[in-house]
């Protein structure tokens, strides 16, 4: 047997470990997971555990259902939120077919793809998300936890024991936190993961969206990552930092340039911005993400870059001297409520796309847009991100892009869910328009 | 410690058998014909004594069957020969020992003990202050409390540990340790070096050293 199966058997033994949950992702993001034994691992281990996978969304296919999840031995970790006696571990698992084949359905067989092609470039795609969330009383309604905003330190704050306890929980499972504060929101937060490579970066948010619940679930509370769940106040973003190495030095820096971007640091930008009204449906797949996604709270709407205004849809961070390895492109579009291995794949789809055809960079945007008329705005060439789902998933639907990043089984039936989520949403009668209509009308 | 004789039911091994019991280890008896992968796979034996005298070329097949079998390679091999046929019997080149029948009083027990102390002693490989880096048991050992390690973490002190005083960059550790076909950069080799500091106290860290503008390497003196 290959040495790092023995090492996690080995683990097993010594944890005392009775279950292990193997986990995988289905296309819209949801964590899946199941238990196998300890005296089932070694088999999965040599052989994998075969599952149905008819009934995961995005992975059903009308002929075949058996699939085989691989588990990802370098992924072994104790649950620390479980019993430490008898106690559970997970291993994030690969799904293939059962002829042993990696399936197309398996987003993080799609990030593989994407990743690789950068690596046939010579780039190493390094990821830093920042994911905003929310604490309620519970899931039934919006009641906050605390008044406090940005940065606010409040005494006997129960949030910031849940912060800190959630953070000793990523730390043990080999998450780094870089680091965590009060959001601007009430009751809203944030824990910035230290910046890896893209493929470990999506192991490690669909850990933490778990962490989060877990550790709020454990203390009474309730945790979500919905985009905006309260209207009038900043939704919960997924700002996602991004840089490309060679080796060991950062293939997006230049010293001499005037934004301390080289050649291909500005493609990649350029990419980003080309083609970010595509990739939205992806980065902000849900009715209500586009809630999120209006003037006035912080979030992007136009498609610009800046390297001081934060509220452009691409930051690029001021250079900082010796500091070479930190230039990086944030993208500030996204949603915690993303796929993050179908996010991060589209992402660096536009930014090679980006590179290999040479895109020129637009000018730097200087103004406060968001003070500009819609003239002024077509004037500068300014774009806006799609307004709601339907017409992001119009774009994303035309976009030769995505369908190569996502391929063709991912592709297609994201289009169709993501079609189907909208002609729900349409046909509802909201509370505004009860609101609104019902007494005058 | 289980203890296989191989041979062909010749008189020796039967004798060694006994002489093997007797010193308190159990014995296995194993046909030179016998397919023994299987069966040292599931029950691991520490010592195969390979009796020369009975059939001195199946010896040596199944001498050098047993060092390159997965099986086999770890089972220290002792040659056993009559004092008649001294000389005479070619001795595989791939046995770790030599033994002479008659055996001398307690030599056969002297020789199986030596072989098990020279294996607990040898599962502690090195030792840096109040670390210890037991290799064979996978283990590594903060002041006497084992410390969780990943397997990579481990396999990068393993490699940094085994190759002391040696400068590698990045690309050499990460082609080292996770391989070629490894989607992250090299950024992983940092973070792994930062939780291998993190976790393992203070002498470590400043024996894991940064060479910077290079890479890192493991400083044997402090």
Redesign the interface.
């Known amino acids: 047997m290959v040495k790092d199966a023995e090492y996690v058997l080995k683990q097993v033994r010594d944890n005392d470990i009775k279950f292990i949950h193997l986990w995988f992702t289905d296309v819209l993001g949801f964590l899946k997971s199941f238990a196998i034994t300890a005296d089932e691992l070694e088999n999965a281990l040599a052989e994998g555990m075969g599952f149905d996978g008819s009934s995961i969304e995005g992975f059903s296919r009308i002929q075949e259902s058996d699939m085989v999840a691989f588990p990802d031995t370098g992924t072994f970790s104790v649950l620390p939120w479980r019993p430490e006696q008898q106690g559970v571990a997970r291993m994030f698992a690969d799904v293939r077919n059962p002829d042993g084949s990696p399936f197309e359905g398996d987003p993080r067989n799609v990030l593989k793809r994407n990743l690789e092609r950068a690596a046939k470039m010579g780039y190493t795609f390094y990821v830093g998300p920042e994911l905003e969330y929310f604490y309620f009383k519970d899931s039934d309604g919006t009641e906050v936890l605390d008044h406090g905003g940005y940065f606010d330190l409040t005494p006997l704050d129960l949030a910031r024991d849940l912060r800190r306890q959630t953070i000793l929980s990523l730390q043990a499972m080999g998450v780094d936190v870089e680091y965590s504060h009060h959001e601007v929101a009430p009751s809203q937060h944030e824990i910035d993961l230290r910046y890896t490579d893209a493929l470990t970066m999506s192991d490690s948010v669909m850990t933490y969206r778990l962490a989060v619940k877990e550790i709020a679930q454990q203390n009474g509370v309730y945790a979500t990552f919905m985009p905006k769940p309260i209207f009038g106040v900043n939704g919960s973003g997924m700002h996602t930092h991004q840089s490309i190495f060679r080796g060991d030095d950062n293939a997006m820096f230049d010293a001499n340039d005037e934004y301390h971007l080289s050649a291909e640091g500005r493609s990649y930008v350029a990419g980003i911005l080309k083609h970010a009204p595509e990739l939205t449906a992806v980065l902000n797949q849900w009715v209500n993400s586009y809630k999120r996604l209006v003037p006035g709270y912080e979030a992007p709407v136009y498609v610009c870059w800046a390297r001081r205004n934060r509220s452009a849809l691409v930051r690029v961070p001021m250079y900082k001297p010796g500091k070479e390895k930190a230039t990086r492109v944030e993208l500030r579009s996204p949603d915690p409520a993303c796929n993050p291995y179908l996010a991060f794949s589209v992402m660096l789809a536009a930014g090679l796309e980006g590179i290999e055809k040479g895109y020129e960079l637009p000018a730097e945007s200087m103004n406060n847009i968001y003070e500009m008329t819609a003239e002024e705005r077509a004037d500068c060439g300014i774009e806006t991100l799609p307004e709601d789902l339907y017409e992001a998933i119009k774009l994303t639907e035309q976009s030769e892009l995505v369908r190569k990043a996502l391929g063709d089984h991912v592709f297609k039936w994201f289009v169709r869910n993501k079609y189907d989520e909208w002609n729900e949403y349409k046909a509802q009668v909201s509370p505004y328009e009860l609101d609104r209509y019902l007494s005058i009308l | 410690m289980e203890i296989a004789i191989f041979s062909n039911d010749s008189p020796l091994a039967r004798a060694v058998a006994d002489e093997t019991v007797a010193t308190g280890h159990a014995a296995r008896a194993v046909d030179f014909g016998d397919d023994w992968t299987a069966d040292f796979a599931e029950r691991p034996v520490g010592v195969a004594i390979v009796d020369v005298t009975a059939d001195s070329s199946a010896a040596r097949r199944v001498s050098s069957a047993l060092r390159e079998s997965a099986a086999g390679r770890k089972v220290r091999q002792i040659a056993v020969v009559e004092a008649d046929s001294l000389g005479k019997e070619p001795i595989p080149p791939t046995v770790d020992d030599l033994a002479v029948y008659p055996f001398r009083p307690g030599e056969l027990a002297s020789k199986l003990r030596l072989i098990e102390d020279g294996w607990r002693a040898s599962s502690v490989a090195l030792v840096f202050g109040d670390v210890v880096i037991d290799t064979a048991a996978?283990e590594v050992r903060l002041n006497g409390v084992?410390v969780?390690l990943?397997?990579?973490e481990?396999e990068l002190l393993h490699f940094l540990t085994s190759n002391p005083d040696r400068v590698f960059?990045?690309?050499q550790l990460l082609t080292q340790v996770w391989g070629y076909d490894y989607?992250?950069?090299?950024?992983?080799v940092d973070?792994h070096i930062?939780?291998l500091r993190f976790k393992l106290g203070s002498e470590m860290e400043s024996r894991i050293q940064t060479v910077r503008n290079v890479g890192y390497k493991f400083a044997s003196n402090i």
């Open positions: 996978y084992p969780a990943t397997f990579k481990q960059s990045r690309s989607f992250g950069g090299t950024r992983t973070v930062r939780r």
